[in-house]
């Protein structure tokens, strides 16, 4: 059975961004206990902004502004809609810090959520481990 880790990493070795502050996610593809680079999903940024949460007129990242964090980033939770939806297909999300809202609408398409922070291939192990476990009953 193959399945899929979403990694929220700044530069690819390291899960090192919250998972407000991720502009794409790195997916990772699991079969038989390997996990392989499948693609990079990036995250639509806020193009216009509404009058709320002071970043009104902004164009382009909105996290750059500090007005994320508390699960009403730039978009609300459409942000956090959206980049779950994004990632709807794995089973798992890797990022330094997930908050409470996020872990809600995550737990809702039944995606596990790992906050840790280090090297992404250390991390994906320990993982893959973990679900092999898992999926063999031990």
Partial sequence: MSYKIAVGSS???NVDLKFGEVKKFIIFEVEDEKSKLL????????????DTNGC??????CNSLGCSGNGSGCNGSTDVINKVELIKDCRCIVCKKIGFQ????????????????????NI??????Y????????
């Fill in 56 to 61: 009104a007129g902004y164009v382009g990242d």
């Fill in 39 to 50: 693609e990079i999903r990036n995250v639509d940024t806020c193009e216009t902004v509404a």
């Fill in 102 to 121: 996020a872990q809600k609408q995550l737990e809702r398409k039944a995606i596990s959520v790992f906050d840790v922070e280090g090297i992404v291939g």
């Fill in 124 to 129: 994906l192990e320990k993982i893959i481990a």
């Fill in 11 to 13: 530069d690819g070795r």
């Fill in 131 to 138: 679900y092999g476990k898992i999926d063999k009953h031990k």
